[in-house]
């Protein structure tokens, strides 16, 4: 029997964490073969587990099973190498370069500012997962325009004709899956390797954001700042706490002081699901690159504050 290995994880959705008129339909919409429901079921006969839902998700409603293990091999290997299953096994094999959302990129580019990065794929032009990897690729330029002299990193495309690695230059360090991909693990080998993975557990932050934080501390007086999406509040703010009212993720906060209200914002608790923009009736607040330092990006920021206007 085929089993999907892309988890859904219903206490993770936005829409699960906190309802709201309009749903989130991000993982539905952007899935290239419809192979989730109204209801976010998993159609494993349809789903090529590109990733692409896990990628657009802001809140890991959407999981791949491995993303503990892929991370550890981050941080642990000496040189990164991560190979699609289109591609020859040179590395850790990832189901497609779908599954890179913004904070994985970050994450991967910062590593390479310390240790080779390598990415191996296929001929993605020729593969159904083409969608999932093009989503992905727009996510890195957009970093890139905005980080320009980010750290390089290597880019092969070495499709799986059957043969071996190349040697030399990418040496297999594949580890625990007795040689096979991803996709031939069956369920008792999933649950026994991931024994938590298929309950419904909660967590706040996004293991991607997690990751990055971890990499991100490990050389931030290397670092200084990185450009990322944060709020901005202008002056047509009128302190009616609505922003904060509907932040499904506790990003925001408003706090009052005899007249004077606060509006609190918590970066690394954002997921950029922008419920707090479209709900802003004096359209006072935007989503905008700016330069954050770790203690920014893990910290609170004072965004605004002012009398309450009716």
Known sequence: ???????H???NCLNTKKPYVKLCRLCIDS???QAISLYRELNSQRCTECGICMAVCPSDGFIYYSTSKLHE???EAEKIVLNCPQAMNAGHEIPCLGILDRDSWLALLIAAGEK???LVTGVCAACPDKKACAVSVQVFKEIHTSWPDHPALRLKVAPDDGGSAPGGEITSVQARSGGKGWRDIGR?????????ITSDEAYPIPKARQFLREVWQSRKSALGALPLPALEVSEGCRECGECAAVCPQGALTNKEKGEQLTLIYEPLKCVGCRRCLNICRSQALSMEYKPLSYRLFTGKILVHQGKQRL
């Open 1 to 7: 029997m085929y089993t999907c290995q892309m988890v």
């Open 116 to 118: 080779e990065v390598t």
């Open 73 to 75: 091999f981050m941080l």
């Open 31 to 33: 899935c290239p073969h």
């Open 9 to 11: 994880h219903h206490h």
């Open 188 to 196: 008792e080998k999933l649950e026994a390797m991931l024994p938590g």
